[in-house]
């Protein structure tokens, strides 16, 4: 008996990849855009020749550093992800992708929940494979100490220029142009500058000076009307009297790169006739007695700890604090707005949040600034479930129990309750 084999004859189907590449550049010069360029045209010529693969974008930051969270190229690459139009993300290198460990560690696993891989060609580590988070979290914190090293070394640099009185750091002031270290005069707004302290002087509100500028189209610095607050800073800065306070402000974290102001943490340099004046300093001290004379106490802050913090799980909107029956209780804005059809959202006692609060952060009782020097915010889900984010990056779930009847009682309602029995059976004798 003879068997003769017949070969398939339908094609065989190709599961094909949604594939996407980040690319990003830390600086926006003409050189490092190049490089972005050429990035972009790597990636998509690599993507486009798998035939196994399918082109889902190439997602870019440009002039961004690593170390910064706020990158827009990374968010829409991420919100693609959410919406299922990728599984497959390739880049360059760890440093490319963050130098923040925590962060990098974050993204990858939510992405690994979603069956979502990233593929790091420099390091050659696939995310989803068994040991690439070991590896990843190695190499990243070697990448996040590389990028302290590199923002010590510059701070170094700064702050050898500004002991010498240098002004190359000094930004472009309204009033002056700047330019390598080289100040000089800007005629046209150094009159603005000057009539502005003088009507300081002579007791002009501020807020009358701000309203006539604007009256006869006079713009700030960047193009926008004035405010108050522009005109404050304006006769706060010294630099208008021909000195320069230098290191008014430092970067305390090489993560978020975010300027605080200097409150004695850091030596201040005060360099005397560094360029020319517009001002006396003379007028300046002047304006100065002038503010201090009219500064206001500052109301307290009443603002709750909760207040922005709590965050609908299910239409994203904050919960907004309401005044129920004696009780404080925290509901979504956009239930209260629109409705449980818009939103059928749960909402949560003022006293559960504050205990739950208190349990997560292992403290006896709430504590207002516990809370705000640890938790980002809250995310309220139904089913009585709360994932609270703390600022450190990590995450703890708790669910809370509903009171029970005569728990949820004040003793105004206990009261109410009473005068109506006494009434009835006063009325029945």
């Not at 003879?2 to 004859?9: F, N, Q, V």
């Not at 600022?391 to 009473?418: C, F, I, N, P």
């Amino acid at each position: 008996m003879k068997i003769t084999k017949i070969p398939s004859r339908r094609p065989e189907t190709i599961i094909r990849k949604k594939v996407a590449a980040y690319a990003r550049v830390s600086t926006a010069s003409d050189a490092q855009l190049h490089s972005l360029g050429a990035q972009i045209d790597y990636y998509k010529k690599q993507i486009l020749s798998r035939p196994d693969w399918e082109f889902a974008g190439v997602f870019i930051d440009d002039g961004v550093t690593g170390t910064k969270s706020k990158r827009e190229g990374l968010e829409e690459l991420l919100i693609a992800c959410n919406e299922g139009k990728i599984d497959l993300i390739i880049t360059k290198s760890i440093s490319r992708f963050a130098r923040n460990t925590v962060d990098l560690l974050n993204i990858v696993r939510d992405l690994k929940e979603a069956g979502i891989a990233v593929y790091f060609e420099r390091e050659q580590i696939n995310t989803l494979n068994a040991e690439g988070e070991l590896l990843l979290t190695l190499l990243a914190s070697f990448a996040q100490e590389e990028s302290r090293s590199a923002s010590d070394n510059m701070k170094w640099s700064i702050r050898k220029g500004y002991a010498k009185g240098s002004l190359i750091q000094v930004r472009r002031t309204y009033g002056y142009l700047v330019e390598l270290g080289v100040v000089t005069i800007v005629p046209e707004e150094a009159k603005v500058v000057k009539e502005i302290f003088e009507r300081y002087e002579s007791g002009e509100l501020p807020s009358a000076i701000a309203r006539d500028l604007n009256n006869r189209c006079i713009r700030t610095l960047k193009g926008c009307e004035w405010k108050v607050n522009t005109l404050n800073q304006i006769t706060s800065n010294v630099f208008y009297t021909g000195n320069t306070l230098l290191q008014k402000l430092y970067v305390p974290n090489h993560l978020d790169k975010k300027q605080v102001k200097n409150r004695g943490e850091l030596p201040q340099y005060f360099i005397e006739n560094s360029h020319e004046a517009i001002i006396s300093m003379e007028l300046f001290e002047t304006v100065q007695r002038v503010k201090k004379a009219r500064t206001y106490k500052k109301k307290p802050n009443t603002k709750h700890p909760f207040s922005g913090k709590v965050r609908c799980g299910l239409c994203g909107a904050n919960l907004n604090r309401r005044y129920d029956r004696g009780n404080h209780k925290w509901q979504c804005a956009t239930y209260r707005q629109s409705g449980a059809s818009a939103c059928p959202s749960k909402q949560i006692p003022e006293k559960t949040l504050e205990t739950v609060a208190a349990e997560i952060l292992r403290i006896p009782e709430f504590n207002k600034k516990a809370f705000l020097d640890q938790v980002d915010f809250i995310t309220a889900n139904n089913g009585n479930h709360l994932v609270f984010h703390f600022l450190d990056g990590h995450k703890e779930e708790v669910y809370w129990k509903d009171r029970s009847r005569s728990e949820s009682w004040t003793k105004e309602m206990r009261a109410a309750a009473g005068r109506k029995t006494k009434e009835r059976y006063g009325n029945e004798s």
